[in-house]
Nanobody, 119 residues
Framework: VHLAESGGGLVPSGGSLTLSCKASVTTERINTMAWYRQPPQQGRELVAFIVNGGYTKYGDSVKDRFSISRDEAKNMVYLQMNNLNSEDTAVYYC??????????????WGQGTQVTVSS
């Protein structure tokens, strides 16, 4: 599975941005799609995930500001980010897990897209 993120960029504090991720799938079956982020000089952290069927979960720092959604038919996942602040500055990574082939579960990562929030 190849994951391709898009939509990152520079946004003013208080602004909004939407990230998109396209999963190029051949025979694999994707279960969960997620967004992680890595702020400068910090570790990678979960932003949000969405499971087949629509169950979602968010990191505490983005609850009520970010919204994850998914188009399962198109293998797309989106992250709508509102009321951004400088602490949201990070490289955002798309992540997916699923069955690479029956019975073999694998985790995949995108290359990341930079989001910079200016104060």
């Amino acid at each position: 599975v190849h994951l391709a993120e898009s939509g990152g960029g520079l946004v003013p504090s208080g602004g909004s941005l939407t990230l998109s991720c396209k999963a190029s799938v051949t025979t694999e079956r994707i279960n969960t799609m997620a967004w992680y982020r890595q702020p400068p000089q910090q570790g990678r952290e979960l932003v949000a995930f969405i499971v087949n069927g629509g169950y979602t979960k968010y990191g505490d720092s983005v609850k009520d500001r970010f919204s994850i959604s998914r188009d399962e038919a198109k293998n797309m996942v989106y992250l709508q980010m509102n009321n951004l602040n400088s602490e949201d500055t990070a490289v955002y990574y798309c992540n997916a897990d699923g069955e690479e082939r029956p019975g073999v579960w694998t985790n995949w990562w995108g290359q990341g897209t930079q989001v910079t929030v200016s104060s």
